[in-house]
């Protein structure tokens, strides 16, 4: 338990559908991560929320729209979605502090395995 | 291009030191190295980072060296839980996971 929390744990969609997955961290961290891990592959980068503004978008299709409400709360909706988008999605949150290392140490959860019939 | 370079694979015996290492020779004066690890099919776990000098914790213990081009992490009794992929990554890299070494402990 990492005090990072995602649901679905497990989700099956087909192309057409629209789903969002969601990311709530408890730790009071200020930024928010979603990554991409492929079979076999390593993580993937997607998107980087600092202070509720997006600071990194590392060239995802746009089938991928994230949204950070607040600090706590962190969503990737998902649309027309292809095969290949079959993944475990991981969300992890860090805080930033003036000092330190930037970004310190990152916080993730369990993932959201998605499989793209 | 802050990259790191780890060994693909590497075993260890149950109850024995796993010495995992890894090249950072690019990494500038203030970048911390960090090391993460994560069991399959779960989200990676931090372990621990440094600077200059030599860290443990409840974890592992972290090796720098003096010209902090490569630091190797130690697992001083492996035990067949920490059976996973382990990456290290600096700051000048710092939201990026290479491909990590793979570690499995042998019973």
């Known amino acids: 338990e990492t005090g990072v929390t995602q649901t679905p744990r497990h989700l099956v969609m087909g192309m057409t559908n629209k789903k969002s997955l969601k990311c709530e961290q408890h730790?009071?961290?200020?930024?928010m991560y979603w990554y991409k891990q492929s079979a076999k592959k390593p993580l993937e980068l997607m998107f980087v929320?600092?202070?509720?503004?997006?600071?990194e978008n590392n060239s995802v299709p746009s089938r991928f729209s994230p949204e950070c409400p607040n600090s706590s709360h962190l969503f990737l909706h998902l649309h027309t979605l292809q095969p290949e988008d079959s993944a475990l999605y991981l969300c992890?949150?860090?805080?930033?502090?003036?000092?330190?290392?930037?970004?310190?140490?990152?916080?993730f959860g369990p993932g959201t395995r998605l499989t793209v019939l | 291009d802050a990259k790191t370079t780890q060994p693909p694979s590497m075993d260890c015996a149950e109850g024995r030191a796993a010495n995992l290492p890894c090249n950072h020779s690019?990494?500038?004066?203030?970048?911390?190295v960090y090391w993460y690890r994560q069991i399959h099919s779960q989200g990676p776990q931090y372990i621990i980072h440094?600077?200059?000098n030599n860290e443990t914790n409840e974890m592992a213990s972290l090796i720098i060296t003096e010209d902090r081009k490569s630091s190797t992490l130690i697992l001083p009794h492996a035990t067949l839980r920490d059976t996973a992929v382990y990456y290290c990554?600096?700051?000048?890299?710092?939201?990026?996971f290479g491909t990590g070494t793979s570690l499995t402990v042998i019973p």
């Open positions: 992890a949150s860090s805080l930033l502090k003036g000092g330190g290392p930037p970004y310190n140490e990152q916080f």
């Open positions: 730790l009071g961290h200020n930024a």
């Open positions: 929320y600092s202070l509720e503004e997006r600071v």
């Open positions: 690019t990494i500038s004066g203030n970048e911390y």
């Open positions: 440094g600077l200059k």
């Open positions: 990554r600096n700051t000048g890299n710092q939201f990026y």
